[in-house]
């Protein structure tokens, strides 16, 4: 990709677009499931809401990952080196294997012991642990599709994992209400029925996505490419990928705190759920826009542009803040019509207004946060976003939520304040860091 000879926004609408509308469907697909759930059951769409901290650790384990392979096979593009870029592939791929095969072993007794702390209503637990034991059984989907999609991703290639990606969340909205409802036929599994269909819509994804590696990059199976095992890749990618990761289980675990104080709160915790869903409708924009111009600062950094990298940064910075602003005043805006498609609890729909609103400042840091965290790391900067995050998340986020929402008695609306702090705080330290330069003294590759 000559980046030189393509102008910024050409470029970045034809990293990001993919990956944006990718993620639009996907967040229609939470907005359904939530519906569906809520439908079935209250108790179940509680045990949703309770386990989404959990899947944000899977998730954060699997773009870690991810993130490292994105970010080593974009540099080294960048600097046109790619001999090392089946071994890389193939340690992903190892990795992905391995993290599955964790949650598999450990998920299960770990479950129950969690939703034991987290609700003393039965029902709850019952439909949480039914839930989880199927994500984490069949999580192998998740995680190696979450590797294929950042190789192809890191070769510029964004329509590919674009199309396997739509093509499961499609498959998951059409599978929920049959398999949750028994529709058609089909066996009335409630909320199982929606573990089962996110599953095997994933795993839909991840056979798709390995058909276009083997037919595009890999033409012999991978096996081949531990001979000898590729460890300095290995190392690499774990150097990149664990500060990535453990920032990520920083957040989830710091949003499993937040879960369990948020469930001391009447109501609270269904509205968080359609406020979550509803509100990544603002930012889904950012983080297409971060992951594009992640890829195009790896590949000015592989050519020694450090100049040319700040540059796009900050482009990518403004827009990014830009959009997201005038798509969560829309939302806001809208609130009272979106809650109302959703619920008819009264009590919801005005906490979930309110939080719409106070929502609209705390998406000034955001954008700014998921381009920092990903073009950072795309420069070799890779701890100074994990330290960050540990500390201001864990202060502001957790410990003024619960005091705000608490102690105070503000609520859940007083915990998004909370978290509108956090946000920009971290927003305006990585301003700074981005703008002093730093990160182009940082490498990672040996």
Not at 97 to 120: C, K, N, V
Request: positive net charge.
């Amino acid at each position: 990709m000559a980046m030189e000879e393509t102008p910024v926004w050409k470029l970045l609408i034809r990293l990001s677009a993919p990956v944006m509308l990718a993620l639009l469907i996907q967040s229609i697909y939470n907005i359904v499931d939530s519906y569906f759930v809520a439908r079935y059951s209250a108790e179940g769409l509680a045990a949703l809401s309770i386990i989404f901290p959990i899947q944000l650790l899977m998730t954060a384990l699997a773009t870690g990952t991810g993130a490292g392979i994105n970010i080593l096979i974009s540099r080294i593009d960048g600097a046109g080196d790619t001999k090392s870029q089946k071994d890389i592939i193939s340690t992903g791929f190892f990795l992905g294997i391995m993290g599955a095969l964790i949650f598999a072993a450990a998920g299960t007794p770990g479950i129950r012991i969690y939703y034991q702390i987290s609700s003393e209503q039965e029902l709850v637990r019952e439909y949480g642990i039914q839930y989880a034991q199927i994500i984490f059984a069949l999580s192998l989907g998740m995680f190696v599709e979450a590797a294929g999609t950042k190789m192809l991703q890191a070769k510029s290639d964004m329509v590919l994992p674009m199309c396997a990606q739509v093509a499961g969340a499609v498959l998951n909205i059409v599978l929920d209400p049959f398999l949750i409802f028994g529709y058609c036929g089909f066996p009335e599994l409630g909320v199982e029925g929606a573990a089962i269909s996110t599953a095997f819509s994933r795993g839909v994804s991840m056979v798709i996505l390995f058909v276009i590696l083997f037919r595009k990059h890999i033409h012999r199976f991978p096996l081949a490419y531990f001979r000898p095992f590729p460890w300095m890749e290995l190392k690499n990618l774990m150097k990149v990928g664990l500060p990535s990761a453990g920032e990520q289980l920083s957040y989830s675990s710091s949003q499993v705190v937040i879960t369990y104080f948020i469930n001391m709160l009447v109501e609270s915790l269904a509205t968080r759920t359609y406020c979550v869903n509803i509100i990544m409708f603002a930012y889904l924009f950012s983080i297409s826009m971060a992951q594009g111009g992640a890829i195009c600062i790896g590949h000015l950094i592989g050519e020694k542009k450090p100049r040319a990298a700040f540059l796009m940064g900050k482009y990518v910075m403004k827009k990014s803040v830009m959009i997201t602003l005038i798509l969560s005043c829309i939302l806001a805006l809208l609130g009272h019509v979106i809650f109302g498609w959703l619920t008819s609890n009264p009590e919801i729909i005005k906490m979930g207004v309110t939080i719409l609103i106070i929502d609209v400042v705390l998406e000034i840091g955001r954008p700014i946060n998921i381009f920092a965290t990903n073009a950072l790391r795309a420069a070799g900067d890779v701890n100074y976003p994990f330290y960050v995050g540990l500390v201001v998340m864990w202060s502001v986020a957790v410990g003024l939520g619960y005091l705000f929402g608490i102690p105070f008695g503000w609520g859940i609306c007083g915990m998004w304040i909370a978290f509108l702090l956090d946000e920009n705080i971290r927003g305006a330290i990585f301003v700074r860091r981005w703008y002093s330069m730093k990160w182009v003294s940082k490498s990672f590759i040996k």
